[in-house]
T-cell receptor, first 113, second 114 residues
């Protein structure tokens, strides 16, 4: 049973436009959410995170939105750049779990020049 | 530059072999993790350790064991490799109560079992 789901395996966006990556979760105990980016032949790298006490966190071109009632979060990238092409993983954790992360299946983002 | 180092980028092993995957971190992190990444399944947790000589099973521990004799080193052992263990293996580490930055991952080991 996947507790963190990314239902879109791939997304293509034109350079300069907005990329929106979506993630749903089922475990209401999750209270911290993260996005990771992964290039081929490299390990995932941390991108941005959000605590459940917030509904938005912004870092430069990247913004994460959290809708707790819908158990949904999204990552917005504006403007999208070709270097953003990568696999994006959503992850969630809950307090007291040694911050063990549960990951989604990933979305391959391709930004077209 | 802090990092997590996995000893091999690519490995090819035969069915039935005992396989060791090594991971070393230089950040004095308490927690260490082993994940495997498969298409359509994302990252799945095999084992993790929150202290020396301590280990906990993750979601898919069958066919694997781990060893953590020193804080900086976490080894994943495939007792008898099988073709369904062909995968990308990722090691990660973090503070016990992780910061906003979550895990630091290694570059991964692509294991092929033939």
């Amino acid at each position: 049973d996947q507790q963190v789901k990314q239902n879109s395996p791939s997304l293509s966006v034109q350079e300069g436009r907005i990329s929106i990556l979506n993630c749903d979760y089922t475990n209401s105990m999750f209270d911290y959410f993260l996005w990771y980016k992964k290039y081929p032949a490299e390990g995932p790298t941390f991108l941005i995170s959000i605590s459940s006490i917030k509904d938005k966190n912004e870092d430069g071109r990247f913004t994460v939105f959290l809708n707790k009632s819908a158990k949904h979060l999204s990552l917005h990238i504006v403007p999208s750049q070709p270097g953003d092409s990568a696999v994006y993983f959503c992850a969630a954790s809950r307090s007291g779990s040694a911050r063990q992360l549960t990951f989604g299946s990933g979305t391959q983002l391709t930004v077209l020049p | 530059d802090v990092k997590v180092t996995q000893s091999s980028r690519y490995l090819v092993k035969r069915t039935g072999e005992k396989v060791f995957l090594e991971c070393v971190q230089d950040m004095d992190h308490e927690n260490m993790f082993w994940y495997r990444q498969d298409p359509g399944l994302g990252l799945r947790l095999i084992y993790f350790s929150y202290d020396v000589k301590m280990k906990e099973k993750g979601d898919i521990p069958e066919g694997y064991s781990v060893s953590r004799e020193k804080k900086e080193r976490f080894s994943l052992i495939l007792e008898s490799a099988s073709t369904n263990q062909t995968s990308m293996y990722l090691c990660a580490s973090s503070w016990r109560q992780t910061t906003n930055y979550g895990y630091t991952f290694g570059s991964g080991t692509r294991l092929t079992v033939v």
